[in-house]
């Protein structure tokens, strides 16, 4: 079993609409879960961090946990066509330097 | 990009030979990652260092090769040894108090 398993995609919505990135993890202990976007030939940025049960936004995006059922989202609202890129969902357990990465969603915005 | 610098962009080497990827950073920060990246597979961590002459395997150690002799470097060599080179190497340090990571921008690296 992967420990954070992300679907591949691609996912495509139409421009303004609202694109939602799913993210699951297999480690219980599990206490810091991150989102990069990583656009094609380039390195990932980190755009979200969330440590807590909840909603956490910051401009267009909303990342959602939910430690009980291993679940972390990301909400994009207004999608544009420069959201398009890959993101790539991580985690961080507990008293560990560690960080795991899921494989990625590919985002497609539509004009 | 910021204060960390991958050197080269494109690296192109042989079968057979080693080859050392460069990582600088400026931002006077004591752990060091190195990642690998192959289409479908995310990021994999190779090694890392906490602190100057200290360094640990990551998940797939095997066929690399790192020093750190000095806080603002963390080499990373490729051998021989390693059967499927061909990758897009990336270099990260934990800029947060959760180890967030801040990439470099990377060093893509073809073994034909």
């Known amino acids: 079993q992967k420990e954070v398993e992300q679907n591949s995609g691609p996912l495509s919505v139409p421009e303004g609409a609202i694109a939602s990135l799913n993210c699951t993890y297999s480690d219980r202990v599990s206490q810091s879960f991150f989102w990069y976007r990583q656009y094609s030939g380039k390195s990932p940025e980190l755009i979200m961090s969330i440590y807590s049960n909840g909603d956490k936004e910051d401009g267009r995006f909303t990342a959602q946990l939910n430690k009980a059922s291993q679940y972390v989202s990301l909400l994009i609202r207004d999608s544009q066509p420069s959201d398009s890129a890959t993101y790539l969902c991580?985690?961080?357990?507990?008293?560990?330097?560690?960080?795991?990465f899921g494989t990625g969603t590919k985002l497609q915005v539509i004009p | 990009d910021g204060g960390i610098t991958q050197s080269p962009k494109y690296l192109f080497r042989k079968e057979g030979q080693n080859v050392t990827l460069s990582c600088e950073q400026n931002l006077n920060h004591d752990a060091m990652y190195w990642y690998r990246q192959d289409p479908g597979q995310g990021l994999r961590l190779i090694y890392y260092s906490q602190i100057v002459n200290d360094f640990q395997k990551g998940d797939i150690a095997e066929g690399y090769s790192v020093s750190r002799e000095k806080k603002e470097s963390f080499p990373l060599t490729v051998t021989s040894a390693q059967k499927n080179p061909t990758a897009f190497y990336l270099c990260?340090?934990?800029?947060?108090?959760?180890?967030?990571?801040?990439f470099g921008p990377g060093t893509r690296l073809t073994v034909t």
């Open positions: 990260a340090i934990p800029i947060l108090q959760e180890y967030e990571q801040y």
């Open positions: 991580a985690v961080r357990s507990g008293g560990y330097q560690k960080v795991t």
